[in-house]
């Protein structure tokens, strides 16, 4: 990540384009205007030609649309008790398809269940790593702009929240608020936010000093319309990247939350709290957390295979590795030893 | 160094305070433990005593002043639920952590060192591009779900291991089989990277013509060289296990510091969990300071001298997660 730090202020003073993709930006006002011209279209054709990366925004996409339709096609058969098909096996066609993966000893279908619990999942880790991320990184970026106080205050706040025990917080806001999925949103992105925070400052310090925000300021722009057009447009790749790897890493935690029994509290289901609810019947129905936990490792490696790609295709001085025409091995071999 | 210790002292001393006075008011705000510990028929006389015996009826401004006052006397309180002293407790539970935490580094390291390595001299190559999967694989399995199906496959099924415990060798088996793969997934990667960039510098070259062999120019040029960025992903994660590995800790029953965090948490036993969130605070500041000499062990072109600008490199180095570190070609 060093790596992108110094490569991507390359962008920004030398008008060169270092994609051989085409596009040939048009006289770039600033990084973002360049940016978005030349990448949006790009981006997507080159996640297309690699098969890693691809095949991780498929399933992230699947998981995505499991969540926004699958509780109204199977929310029935979730909460659908059947004493008859109580612990029944997986993959035993006899059962009918909803039973495909087995049923817990209620004789609820473990498919739909699963399919419920992929909603509750996704709305606590989306909002929690959007949440985080918007405040992190804008946080980030003007205390890195600024310098001196501001910088350090911002430092030492991360510190504490970093080295703050964030099970605890946990207990606290379930036991005086409500353990509303609200409530652990707030929890998850309150301690992810030293990350953004962190890696933003970091990288708009070192912007600070660059001859275009040198420039910018020259002419008189003030410091908010700076950060916005000037340093804002060349850390979100960088930010966007770590929120991919975020969305990882809240994902378990709010599993691990779950697990404990401080997360996600029943009726409702998330995958950790599945894992959690299946672990005294380990030995009689393997299949009640054998699946949710796959449903985890899936998804996850899912976003760290979309993360290494995005890392890649995000820096200018690193895309041409995805788009080298005629070269297709070269292009195929390059996301897997880049993985991050 | 003692200006660099001076130093550090100052940096932490704040974020370690604000920490404490922290738990301290967010435990009390978990509720009444007398709610807990007294029968559901206690009279209000009983819970006034209750409250006035571990002196929770005082204010909170007082019951902190208090607390801080026994603390500079090494007066941490007693716990609500076994009466002895929360210091006692703490102490006797963090050994089991560390001896796990330790193992778990060493063995991370060792392996994650030798397959990546082995991953970046052939770059693109099959063992890389397979060393790279199982990595991030490693690194995306939740501990509880591995813990759980290692459990269900070596305990249950196999009978090889027990399910708990810490009793003879086979006991450490499992926790540190479950804990081993975060750090060495992160770490594989870390050092992959800083491998491939280490062998395309031209002092390999160099070496390499020299008539250095290949496993010299890997282990003396190279690898010392690649150690650095893989050293602070290292440290970050060992802090992490320090912190206690509290899920793995209460599924395998490990009588380490999660543990008795989590239950302190959970019992309201507020001495306890302010003595064991001191104790791991205090060995993280430790090992901060080893990481730090282990730079200029390494680097010498890092000395403690230069404290100031090494965490400021370091704060830039640590602000991506272990995860994405550096990965050049």
Redesign the interface.
């Known amino acids: 990540?060093?790596?992108t730090?110094q490569d991507l202020p390359g962008t920004g003073p030398d008008g060169t384009k270092k994609t051989p993709a085409g596009h040939s930006a048009t006289e770039p006002a600033s990084p973002a205007r360049r940016e978005a011209k030349s990448t949006t279209p790009n981006l997507f054709r080159l996640l297309l030609r690699d098969k890693f990366a691809c095949s991780g925004a498929v399933v992230l996409f699947v998981v995505l649309l499991t969540a926004a339709f699958g509780p109204a096609l199977m929310g029935d058969l979730a909460t659908k008790q059947n004493l008859l098909f109580a612990n029944k096996a997986p993959f035993n066609p006899a059962n009918g398809w909803e039973y495909f993966l087995g049923s817990d000893s209620l004789g609820r279908s473990v498919l739909g269940r699963l399919v419920v619990a992929t909603r509750t999942t996704l709305l606590v880790a989306v909002p929690a790593v959007a949440v985080a991320m918007l405040i992190g990184s804008l946080w980030g970026v003007w205390a890195g702009y600024h310098r001196g106080w501001r910088e350090n205050a911002s430092?030492?706040i991360a510190?504490?929240i970093m080295?703050?025990?964030s099970?605890?917080?946990a207990?606290?806001v379930l036991?005086?608020f409500s353990p509303s999925i609200a409530n652990i949103v707030l929890i998850l992105a309150l301690t992810r936010i030293p990350?953004y925070l962190?890696?933003a400052?970091?990288e708009s310090a070192?912007l600070q000093s660059r001859t275009f925000v040198d420039a910018a300021r020259t002419f008189g722009a003030r410091p908010n319309a700076i950060i916005v057009r000037h340093v804002i447009p060349v850390v979100t790749p960088t930010i966007l990247?770590?929120a991919t790897?975020?969305f990882?890493?809240v994902m378990?935690a709010e599993?691990?939350l779950s697990?404990?029994g401080i997360g996600i509290q029943p009726p409702d289901v998330s995958w950790?709290l599945l894992?959690?609810q299946g672990?005294q019947y380990?030995?009689t129905a393997?299949w009640l957390?054998?699946f949710p936990?796959l449903a985890?490792?899936i998804t996850?490696?899912s976003?760290?295979?979309l993360?290494?790609w995005l890392?890649?295709a995000t820096d200018p001085s690193?895309r041409w590795?995805l788009a080298v025409p005629g070269r297709k091995k070269l292009i195929t071999?390059?996301p897997?030893?880049?993985?991050? | 160094m003692l200006t660099y210790l001076r130093k550090r002292i100052v940096s932490s001393a704040l974020p370690l305070v604000v920490v404490i006075v922290g738990v301290f008011a967010l435990a009390r705000l978990t509720g009444n433990p007398a709610s807990l510990y007294l029968p559901l028929n206690a009279t209000d006389q009983m819970r006034a005593d209750f409250a006035a015996r571990n002196g929770l009826d005082q204010p909170l401004l007082v019951q902190m002043a208090d607390y801080f006052g026994g603390v500079l006397q090494l007066d941490f309180g007693t716990s609500l639920r076994t009466g002895e002293s929360a210091a006692a407790m703490a102490l006797r539970a963090f050994p089991a952590t560390l001896q796990l935490a330790a193992t778990t580094m060493v063995i991370a390291i060792v392996l994650a060192v030798i397959v990546g390595s082995w991953a970046a001299l052939k770059p693109n190559g099959i063992a890389d591009r397979i060393c790279s999967f199982v990595s991030m694989a490693a690194a995306s399995i939740p501990d509880f779900w591995l813990a759980i199906v290692g459990i269900w496959v070596f305990a249950i099924t196999l009978g090889w291991v027990p399910t708990s415990g810490v009793a003879g060798a086979a006991a450490w088996v499992l926790p540190i089989g479950t804990l081993v793969m975060r750090p060495f997934g992160a770490l594989v990667q870390v050092v992959r990277g800083a491998m491939v960039s280490a062998l395309a510098e031209p002092y390999i070259k160099l070496a390499r013509s020299k008539g250095a062999s290949q496993s010299r120019v890997v282990t003396r040029h190279a690898l010392r060289n690649a150690a650095a960025p893989a050293l602070t992903v290292a440290g970050d994660l060992t802090v992490g296990l320090v912190n206690g590995a509290v899920v793995v800790e209460t599924i395998f029953g490990w009588p380490g510091i999660g543990k008795l965090m989590i239950d302190s948490i959970l019992q309201r036993d507020f001495a306890v969990l302010q003595a064991c969130v001191l104790l791991t605070a205090l060995a993280i500041f430790v090992l901060n300071i080893v990481i730090d000499l282990l730079y200029a062990l390494l680097d010498p072109r890092v000395r403690p001298a230069s404290a100031a600008s090494r965490r400021r490199a370091k704060a830039s180095r640590a602000a991506v997660p272990a995860q994405s570190a550096p990965a050049n070609a």
């Open positions: 990540m060093s790596q730090t430092m030492r510190d504490v080295s703050f025990p099970l605890l917080l207990v606290v036991y005086v990350i962190r890696t400052r970091a070192e990247t770590l790897l975020e990882c890493y378990l599993s691990s697990f404990l950790g894992v959690s672990r380990l030995q393997w957390s054998i936990g985890i490792v996850a490696i976003a760290n295979l993360a290494a890392r890649i690193q590795r071999r390059i897997a030893k880049e993985s991050k």
